[in-house]
Protein backbone atom coordinates (compact mmCIF):
# COMPACT_ATOMS: atom_id res chain seq x y z
CA UNK A 1 0.00 0.00 0.00
CA UNK A 2 1.61 3.32 -1.36
CA UNK A 3 0.34 6.86 -0.47
CA UNK A 4 -1.35 7.54 -3.59
CA UNK A 5 -3.50 9.83 -2.50
CA UNK A 6 -1.95 11.61 -0.19
CA UNK A 7 2.20 12.48 -0.42
CA UNK A 8 1.93 13.59 3.30
CA UNK A 9 0.46 10.95 5.21
CA UNK A 10 2.83 9.40 7.43
CA UNK A 11 4.10 5.86 8.07
CA UNK A 12 1.89 5.10 10.95
CA UNK A 13 -0.95 6.63 9.46
CA UNK A 14 -0.89 4.45 6.48
CA UNK A 15 -1.10 1.13 9.48
CA UNK A 16 -3.91 2.43 11.00
CA UNK A 17 -5.26 3.22 7.62
CA UNK A 18 -4.67 -0.33 6.04
CA UNK A 19 -5.99 -1.36 9.37
CA UNK A 20 -9.26 0.23 8.78
CA UNK A 21 -9.38 -0.58 4.89
CA UNK A 22 -9.44 -4.27 6.22
CA UNK A 23 -12.42 -3.47 8.30
CA UNK A 24 -14.33 -2.09 5.84
CA UNK A 25 -13.17 -4.57 3.23
CA UNK A 26 -14.67 -7.08 5.54
CA UNK A 27 -17.53 -4.98 6.23
CA UNK A 28 -18.41 -5.49 2.99
CA UNK A 29 -18.14 -9.26 2.47
CA UNK A 30 -20.56 -9.34 5.04
CA UNK A 31 -23.01 -7.70 3.41
CA UNK A 32 -22.71 -9.29 0.68
CA UNK A 33 -20.85 -6.70 -1.64
CA UNK A 34 -18.03 -7.82 -4.31
CA UNK A 35 -14.55 -6.21 -3.67
CA UNK A 36 -14.37 -4.59 -6.95
CA UNK A 37 -12.18 -2.34 -8.22
CA UNK A 38 -13.71 0.84 -8.09
CA UNK A 39 -15.43 0.08 -4.09
CA UNK A 40 -11.69 -0.42 -3.36
CA UNK A 41 -10.31 2.85 -4.75
CA UNK A 42 -13.57 4.92 -3.32
CA UNK A 43 -12.83 3.56 0.34
CA UNK A 44 -9.52 4.53 0.16
CA UNK A 45 -10.26 7.91 -0.84
CA UNK A 46 -12.74 8.41 2.08
CA UNK A 47 -10.03 6.64 5.02
CA UNK A 48 -7.43 8.80 3.87
CA UNK A 49 -9.88 12.11 3.26
CA UNK A 50 -9.70 13.89 6.38
CA UNK A 51 -12.87 13.30 7.67
CA UNK A 52 -14.56 15.81 4.73
CA UNK A 53 -17.61 14.84 2.71
CA UNK A 54 -17.31 15.08 -0.98
CA UNK A 55 -19.63 14.62 -3.42
CA UNK A 56 -20.28 12.34 -6.40
CA UNK A 57 -17.90 14.41 -8.81
CA UNK A 58 -15.01 15.08 -6.57
CA UNK A 59 -15.11 11.10 -5.80
CA UNK A 60 -14.93 10.59 -9.01
CA UNK A 61 -11.81 13.13 -10.09
CA UNK A 62 -9.57 11.00 -7.35
CA UNK A 63 -11.18 7.47 -8.60
CA UNK A 64 -9.91 8.18 -12.56
CA UNK A 65 -6.55 9.99 -11.12
CA UNK A 66 -5.84 5.80 -9.63
CA UNK A 67 -7.93 4.01 -12.64
CA UNK A 68 -9.02 5.99 -15.60
CA UNK A 69 -11.03 2.92 -17.04
CA UNK A 70 -13.43 4.08 -14.03
CA UNK A 71 -16.07 6.43 -15.31
CA UNK A 72 -18.72 8.35 -13.59
CA UNK A 73 -21.89 6.43 -13.86
CA UNK A 74 -20.22 3.28 -12.16
CA UNK A 75 -18.68 5.84 -9.07
CA UNK A 76 -22.20 7.04 -8.66
CA UNK A 77 -23.79 3.53 -8.79
CA UNK A 78 -21.24 2.38 -6.34
CA UNK A 79 -21.66 5.46 -4.14
CA UNK A 80 -25.49 4.89 -4.14
CA UNK A 81 -24.93 0.80 -3.50
CA UNK A 82 -22.78 2.02 -0.75
CA UNK A 83 -25.56 3.81 0.70
CA UNK A 84 -28.03 1.42 0.68
CA UNK A 85 -25.83 -0.95 2.40
CA UNK A 86 -24.95 1.56 5.47
CA UNK A 87 -21.58 1.75 4.30
CA UNK A 88 -21.61 5.28 3.16
CA UNK A 89 -23.72 7.95 4.55
CA UNK A 90 -25.18 10.39 1.97
CA UNK A 91 -26.20 13.71 3.85
CA UNK A 92 -27.04 17.10 1.92
CA UNK A 93 -24.35 19.93 1.72
CA UNK A 94 -25.02 23.46 0.73
CA UNK A 95 -28.11 21.49 -1.59
CA UNK A 96 -26.14 19.17 -3.07
CA UNK A 97 -25.62 15.58 -1.92
CA UNK A 98 -22.73 14.84 -0.53
CA UNK A 99 -21.16 11.29 0.83
CA UNK A 100 -18.70 10.04 3.96
CA UNK A 101 -18.53 6.93 5.38
CA UNK A 102 -21.38 5.71 7.50
CA UNK A 103 -19.85 5.65 11.51
CA UNK A 104 -22.61 3.28 12.56
CA UNK A 105 -20.77 2.00 15.62
CA UNK A 106 -19.45 5.22 17.30
CA UNK A 107 -22.86 7.23 16.79
CA UNK A 108 -21.23 10.79 15.68
CA UNK A 109 -22.58 14.19 15.07
CA UNK A 110 -20.20 16.62 12.81
CA UNK A 111 -19.55 20.32 12.75
CA UNK A 112 -19.19 20.98 9.05
CA UNK A 113 -17.24 23.94 7.87
CA UNK A 114 -18.60 25.42 4.97
CA UNK A 115 -15.13 27.00 3.79
CA UNK A 116 -13.16 24.05 3.86
CA UNK A 117 -15.75 21.19 4.44
CA UNK A 118 -13.65 20.21 7.04
CA UNK A 119 -15.74 17.75 9.60
CA UNK A 120 -15.49 17.35 13.12
CA UNK A 121 -17.48 14.69 15.54
CA UNK A 122 -19.53 16.72 18.48
CA UNK A 123 -18.44 16.06 21.72
CA UNK A 124 -21.75 14.58 22.70
CA UNK A 125 -25.25 13.22 21.18
CA UNK A 126 -27.40 16.01 21.64
CA UNK A 127 -30.66 14.62 20.86
CA UNK A 128 -30.37 11.47 23.58
CA UNK A 129 -32.10 13.52 26.48
CA UNK A 130 -34.76 14.93 23.85
CA UNK A 131 -35.11 10.72 22.55
CA UNK A 132 -35.99 9.98 26.55
CA UNK A 133 -38.99 12.20 26.99
CA UNK A 134 -39.96 11.54 23.55
CA UNK A 135 -40.20 7.73 24.35
CA UNK A 136 -42.36 8.34 27.76
CA UNK A 137 -45.57 7.03 27.65
CA UNK A 138 -47.75 10.18 27.56
CA UNK A 139 -45.53 11.27 24.13
CA UNK A 140 -46.31 7.74 22.84
CA UNK A 141 -43.37 8.37 20.40
CA UNK A 142 -40.59 5.58 19.86
CA UNK A 143 -37.48 7.41 18.34
CA UNK A 144 -35.41 5.08 15.71
CA UNK A 145 -32.67 7.18 14.27
CA UNK A 146 -31.90 10.80 13.91
CA UNK A 147 -29.50 13.18 11.92
CA UNK A 148 -27.86 16.45 13.88
CA UNK A 149 -25.22 18.33 11.40
CA UNK A 150 -24.12 21.52 12.61
CA UNK A 151 -22.67 23.81 10.20
CA UNK A 152 -20.58 27.00 10.51
CA UNK A 153 -16.46 27.64 10.03
CA UNK A 154 -13.62 25.80 11.70
CA UNK A 155 -10.76 27.71 13.56
CA UNK A 156 -8.19 27.74 10.86
CA UNK A 157 -11.46 29.23 8.45
CA UNK A 158 -12.13 31.95 11.25
CA UNK A 159 -8.60 32.63 11.21
CA UNK A 160 -8.20 33.34 7.86
CA UNK A 161 -11.24 36.07 7.56
ZN1 LIG B 1 -12.77 25.34 7.64
ZN1 LIG C 1 -27.32 11.36 18.33
Known amino acids: MTSWL ?9 IIMNDQIQQFYDLLKLKGLKLTPARKIMLKIFLTGENKFLDAVQVYDQVKRTDSRINFSTVYRNLETLVQNAV ?28 CRKTTP ?9 ENILKREDNGFLPIEHKVEIYGYCKDCRVRE
Open 122 to 130: LPYCPVKEL
Open 6 to 14: NPYITYVQV
Open 88 to 115: VEKITLEGKAAYTLFEKQRHRHHMICTS
